[in-house]
C-alpha cells in the first residue's frame, strides 16, 4: 500500500507540475515570471555598476540573433531567412559556451508544447530549421549552447520558479527578434535578390542591412555565396523583458569577399549545379503560401506525406528533360506527367532555382493534398498556386 501511494503522489505532482506550466505561458506564450527591473543598466555600457545579473545580462551582454540562408538543402520558406540562435557574447566579442550542463535540456519540443505555447512551435516548426531535417537536435544544441549562458535566464531569477520555464522565455525570444528583422525584405528593397548569376558586394550588402537598422550587421559566406547574417543587441533589463537596442558588432569579422559575393536561390548549391541547366539526380520539392509542403512524386503529383521521389535532369538545348522511376515527364493537358506512356519529354528551364515551363514558375493545384490523396500539378490557373524546386541528391 505505502508503494501504491507513493505512486500515485508521484503521479499527481508530475500532473501539477505540467498543469503550472501551461497556466503559466498559455495566456501569453514565452512571457516569464522574471524578476522586475527598475532603473535597470544597458548590458555592456561602461557606466554600468549593477550586479544583479538577474536584470544585467553579464558577462554576455552582446546579444546576436543570428539567421541562416540554407540553399541546399534548402530550409524554410523560398523568400525568407530562417533563424539560427540567439547568442549571448561577452562584450569584447568573446563568448562562453555550455554554462550549465545540468538543464542541456534534449526535449524542446515536449518543454514548449507541456508549457502550451503553441503558436511558437508552429512557428519554430517552419523558421527554426536544422538543414539535416533534425530540428529537435538543432534547437537543443542552440539552448544548450547558448541559452544557460543568459544570465538573466537562471533559474534563482525567477520567483515561483516552474521548472524549464526559462527554456519557453528564450526560444520566444528568438523568434520575435527574428520576426523584426526580415532580411529577405531588407536585401530584395535595396535590388539584392536570390540569383543563379548575379552577383554582389558586401559593401552593398551591408548597406542594405544598416539601412533600416542604423548599424551594421555581419556577413558571413559559404565557398562565396552568402549564407548567414549576425545581428547585434545590448539589453536594458533581463532578455525576458528588457529593451533591447541594436548596435555594432564588436570582435568579429565577416568571411564574405568583397565582391564576387553569391547569393543564391533555395534549392542550388554554391558548386553551381543546382541552377541554370542541370543535370544528374535531383528531388523537386514544392512550396505553397510560403511553406514547403511535400514533392513531386513519382508520377508528376503532389504528395504531401513520404518520400521525395528522385528525378534525372538531362540537358536539352537552352532546358532540360526530367525523368522518374515511371518513364519521362511532359505537361499533357496542361497536366505534369511522367510515365512509361510519355514519348516526348517536355523541356523545362530553371529561373531562380525554380521550375520553369513556358517560362513560368507558377504552377497549380485544386487544393493541398493530405494524407494519402495526391494532387495533379497544372499549368492552369486553380485555387492553389505552388511552386517547385529543383534541388540536387
Same mark, same amino acid.
Given at each position: 500500500?505505502?508503494?501504491?501511494?507513493?505512486?500515485?503522489?508521484?503521479?499527481?505532482?508530475?500532473?501539477?507540475?505540467?498543469? #503550472?506550466?501551461?497556466?503559466?505561458?498559455?495566456?501569453?506564450?514565452? #512571457?516569464?515570471? !522574471?524578476?522586475?527591473?527598475? *532603473?535597470?543598466?544597458?548590458?555592456?555600457?561602461?557606466?554600468?555598476?549593477?550586479? *544583479?545579473?538577474?536584470?544585467?545580462?553579464?558577462p554576455g551582454g552582446l546579444l546576436l540573433q543570428t539567421q541562416f540562408w540554407d540553399t541546399n538543402p534548402p530550409t524554410g520558406p523560398s523568400d525568407s531567412w530562417t533563424i539560427h540562435g540567439l547568442w549571448p557574447d561577452n562584450c569584447d566579442g568573446t563568448y562562453e559556451a555550455n554554462c550549465d550542463p545540468a538543464r542541456e535540456y534534449t526535449n524542446i519540443r515536449q518543454i514548449i508544447s507541456d508549457a502550451g505555447a503553441t503558436d511558437l512551435l508552429s512557428y519554430m516548426n517552419t523558421y527554426w530549421k536544422d538543414y539535416q531535417g533534425n530540428d529537435e537536435s538543432f534547437w537543443s544544441h542552440e539552448w544548450g549552447k547558448h541559452g544557460t549562458c543568459i544570465s538573466t535566464l537562471e533559474t534563482s531569477c525567477y520567483t515561483n520558479y516552474v521548472p524549464k520555464e526559462e527554456v519557453v522565455a528564450f526560444f520566444q525570444k528568438a523568434v520575435d527578434l527574428f520576426?523584426?528583422?526580415?532580411s529577405y525584405q531588407f536585401l530584395s528593397t535595396a535590388g539584392i535578390v536570390p540569383s543563379t548569376t548575379a552577383t554582389y558586394t558586401a559593401s552593398a550588402i551591408n548597406a542594405a542591412l544598416r539601412t533600416p537598422r542604423g548599424v551594421n550587421a555581419i556577413i558571413q559566406c559559404?565557398?562565396?555565396?552568402?549564407?548567414?547574417?549576425?545581428?547585434?543587441? *545590448?539589453?536594458?533589463?533581463?532578455?525576458?523583458?528588457?529593451?533591447?537596442?541594436?548596435? *555594432?558588432?564588436?570582435?568579429?569579422? !565577416?568571411?564574405?569577399?568583397?565582391?564576387?559575393?553569391?547569393?543564391?536561390?533555395?534549392?542550388? !548549391?554554391?558548386?553551381?549545379?543546382?541552377?541554370?541547366?542541370?543535370?544528374?539526380?535531383?528531388?523537386?520539392?514544392?512550396?505553397?503560401?510560403?511553406?514547403?509542403?511535400?514533392?513531386?512524386?513519382?508520377?508528376?503529383?503532389?504528395?504531401?506525406?513520404g518520400t521525395c521521389a528522385s528525378f534525372t535532369a538531362t540537358p536539352s538545348g537552352t532546358g532540360f528533360t526530367l525523368t522518374s522511376s515511371k518513364g519521362k515527364c511532359a505537361v499533357s493537358n496542361n497536366v505534369l506527367?511522367?510515365?512509361?506512356?510519355?514519348?516526348?519529354?517536355?523541356?523545362?528551364?530553371?529561373?531562380?532555382?525554380?521550375?520553369?515551363y513556358n517560362g513560368r514558375t507558377t504552377w497549380y493545384a485544386s487544393g493541398v493534398p493530405s494524407g494519402s490523396t495526391q494532387a495533379s500539378i497544372s499549368t492552369t490557373t486553380l485555387a492553389t498556386s505552388l511552386t517547385i524546386q529543383w534541388i540536387l541528391s
Open positions: 500500500m505505502p508503494s501504491m501511494i507513493s505512486s500515485i503522489r508521484s503521479i499527481a505532482k508530475t500532473a501539477h507540475h505540467y498543469v #503550472q506550466l501551461a497556466l503559466l505561458f498559455s495566456a501569453n506564450p514565452g #512571457q516569464s515570471t !522574471s524578476a522586475s527591473c527598475p *532603473n535597470a543598466q544597458l548590458s555592456c555600457s561602461s557606466g554600468a555598476t549593477t550586479t *544583479n545579473y538577474c536584470c544585467f545580462n553579464y520576426k523584426t528583422l526580415p559559404k565557398d562565396g555565396a552568402l549564407d548567414e547574417i549576425w545581428y547585434f543587441y *545590448n539589453v536594458q533589463g533581463s532578455v525576458q523583458s528588457g529593451t533591447f537596442f541594436a548596435t *555594432n558588432p564588436v570582435g568579429t569579422t !565577416s568571411s564574405c569577399p568583397s565582391t564576387g559575393i553569391r547569393y543564391l536561390p533555395k534549392g542550388t !548549391s554554391p558548386g553551381g549545379g543546382g541552377g541554370g541547366v542541370p543535370s544528374g539526380k535531383g528531388t523537386l520539392p514544392i512550396t505553397s503560401g510560403g511553406v514547403q509542403k511535400g514533392c513531386v512524386i513519382s508520377g508528376g503529383t503532389w504528395y504531401t506525406s506527367t511522367c510515365a512509361s506512356s510519355v514519348s516526348t519529354a517536355a523541356t523545362f528551364t530553371l529561373i531562380g532555382g525554380l521550375l520553369a
